[in-house]
């Protein structure tokens, strides 16, 4: 490891003499505990160039790896705690919240106990996990973790409630007399609050996210007193997972966009816990188990059954909690890719009679030009020992044979998803358009399909992929894109994209996602040239059929255009709402054009 600081300076001595207490360390939690030695900060170049502000040491549950800032941890006067502080950190990856996947889930059941103060959240889950972690490493590892929090707790903000509310847990927890750490008024709420706390504290520590919620609402009241400025002032040499997420390559953790079951019911003050306040068990206070079982209806958050979900704008501020840099369209990406796997399906292809299989016919020559992987170089080498490329190399000639099994073709997707004004933003809210867009061209992809797709508002307000294409990412950055204009279909592109097809080329089925308005479809172009003849001239050399799955308010029947398109080819699927197009976008990749095995006729649209 790179050292910037000379031998014998106060930094460096500060190093060596914490890297040699890093093996006792590791040794408080397990002697099989293996993680590589922190990176030492001398500059603020080097803290920046590891993504460490506003504290003395933290951890990437990307990388893991412990980072600790020499220079802060002397200004902090806390250099006599190298095995309690480097403890800590290895607690944070050991024990809580261990991986970025747990933290994400802890700092969401926290969200819904935070009304109004969600943007605190990725703090109390800090406060969180280290009270966790310090109650285990002071009474079982013997460590000076109250040492820390009396050298750090320094000035006028130590005496403010939600730090004096906070110390006073550890005092509990610690048995330790009243005023050690916690210091200013102590009145009976507050003491009664940091009971509780000590016995959640002790009574969720094996399974941390389910006391997550109960938490965040116990410390609600004092955050709201001063917006959790003390707190924070107090911890900002110590908020060691504020960027747990950070770091290049970091992957998002997966299961975020559901809400789990007990995640709006766990956010729920201690007092209304039974399992802490002892209410539910047997004996006097079992009388009130029924309406003790349960917080008030004014108390409990709506939802939180399984399989329901968050919306986009919520699952981004978690990933963007977990100290994530990502744009609205990149959570949006990965939102409505993780929602669409879930629908995953085999999706249709198309046999034909028989497949055709290489047959080798002889050597030609090879020259610098050509693929370097074509090069024979066994053939090469067997004819001639000094290989000179262009000279002595060949490669292999390959004819095709009818072959005996029969030829799996996949139909390609053109999908065409209505965006204008009057659907929802993907990027704040659930579009139902862009999910079923993306449980289809995933599904498509999976085994070989291409997929061209167009979100569209207008006859020149589009985004498209500009042909057909096997990238997911590429794909999905189209579907979740936003438009908001007035409604007309781009003729132009279904025209461009299929009058220069061949009778040889892969069969395509065309989608069209939209509502009343795809009747624009089948206006003039800009040429003049009519929308009939475009989409009959596209339905026929696509060769896969056409579906337009349309969000009405009554009978599709009823519509004159939308009758004549079904009388010429085209199926037309109704949906009652646009929650339903999930269901047909589940149905439609699993049987809306599978082939026949004898002639690759299309079934009916679901």
């Known amino acids: 490891m790179d050292v910037s600081s000379p031998m ?3 930094l460096e001595n500060l190093r ?25 900060c001398f500059t603020p170049e080097e803290e920046k160039r590891e993504a460490l502000s506003d504290s003395f040491a933290m951890i990437r549950l990307t990388d893991q790896a412990v980072v600790i800032s020499l ?9 006599r705690f190298a095995v309690e502080i480097m403890a ?19 700092i969401a059941w926290m969200r819904v106990a935070l009304p109004t103060q969600e943007h605190l959240a990725p703090l109390v889950a800090n406060l969180y996990t280290d009270l966790l972690i310090n109650d285990r490493l002071q009474r079982a590892a013997d460590l000076d973790l109250a040492g820390v929090y009396q ?4 000035g006028d903000a130590a005496a403010r409630r939600s730090w004096s509310f906070y110390m006073r847990i550890y ?9 050690e ?7 009976p709420r507050l003491e009664g609050d940091a009971q509780l706390g000590a016995r959640l504290i002790r009574s969720y520590a094996r399974d941390p996210v389910d006391g997550a919620g109960r938490f965040a609402a116990l410390c609600l009241p004092y955050l709201l007193e001063d917006n959790g400025q003390s707190i924070q002032s107090l911890l900002q040499g110590w908020l060691d997972t504020n960027q747990a997420g950070g770091g290049s390559g970091a992957e998002l953790p997966a299961g975020l966009t559901e809400i789990e079951e007990g995640e709006r019911e766990g956010a729920i003050h201690p007092a209304l816990d039974p399992e802490l306040t002892g209410l539910g068990q047997e004996g006097e206070a079992a009388d009130h188990r029924e309406d003790r079982q349960a917080p008030p209806a004014d108390h409990r958050s709506p939802g939180g059954s399984p399989g329901q979900y968050r919306e986009p704008f919520e699952y981004g501020a978690i990933l963007r909690s977990l100290g994530l840099d990502l744009t609205d369209h990149e959570i949006a990406v990965r939102y409505y890719r993780e929602r669409a796997i879930r629908h995953r399906v085999r999706f249709p292809s198309r046999t034909l009679p028989e497949s055709t299989e290489p047959l080798p016919e002889g050597l030609e020559p090879w020259d610098i030009g050509s693929p370097l992987e074509e090069v024979d170089w066994l053939q090469s080498v067997l004819q001639s020992p000094h290989v000179i490329p262009g000279l002595t190399t060949v490669q292999r000639r390959w004819g095709t044979m009818e072959g005996a099994l029969p030829e799996q073709r996949p139909i390609d997707l053109d999908l065409y998803v209505d965006c204008s004004g009057s659907m929802p933003n993907p990027q704040v809210t659930i579009s139902y358009l862009a999910l079923a867009g993306a449980i289809i061209a995933l599904a498509a992809l999976r085994v070989g399909s291409r997929v061209q797709a167009t979100l569209w508002s207008g006859a020149r307000q589009f985004e498209t992929t500009h042909g057909f294409l096997s990238d997911p990412h590429r794909i999905l950055q189209i579907l979740t894109g936003y438009l908001g204009g007035g409604t007309a279909f781009p003729v132009h592109l279904l025209r461009d994209t299929y009058q220069s097809r061949k009778p040889g080329d892969r069969a395509v089925h065309i989608l069209v996602l939209s509502d009343d308005g795809v009747t624009t479809m089948f206006n003039p172009d800009e040429r003049g040239r009519s929308g009939w003849e475009i989409a009959a001239m596209a339905l026929a050399k696509a060769g896969g059929g056409g579906t337009l799955v349309l969000n009405l308010p009554r009978d599709w029947a009823q519509y004159p255009d939308l009758t004549r398109a079904h009388q010429e080819g085209w199926q037309v699927h109704r949906v009652q709402n646009w929650e339903d197009l999930v269901a047909f976008a589940h149905a439609f990749s699993r049987a809306n054009y ?11 649209a679901p």
């Open 8 to 10: 014998g300076t106060p």
């Open 16 to 40: 060596v003499a914490w890297a040699a207490k890093w093996p006792e360390a590791l040794a408080r939690w397990s002697r099989f505990t293996k993680l590589s030695e922190p990176r030492w």
């Open 71 to 79: 220079p802060r941890v002397l200004e902090q006067h806390v250099e």
């Open 88 to 106: 800590h950190e290895i607690g944070h990856h050991v024990y809580a919240p261990a991986n970025l996947r747990y933290h994400g889930r802890m």
């Open 151 to 154: 050298t750090l707790a320094q």
């Open 171 to 179: 005092e509990v927890l610690w048995s330790r007399p009243t005023g």
């Open 181 to 187: 750490l916690a210091r200013g008024t102590m009145d």
């Open 594 to 604: 599978a082939a026949s095995e004898t002639d690759g006729r299309r079934r009916s």
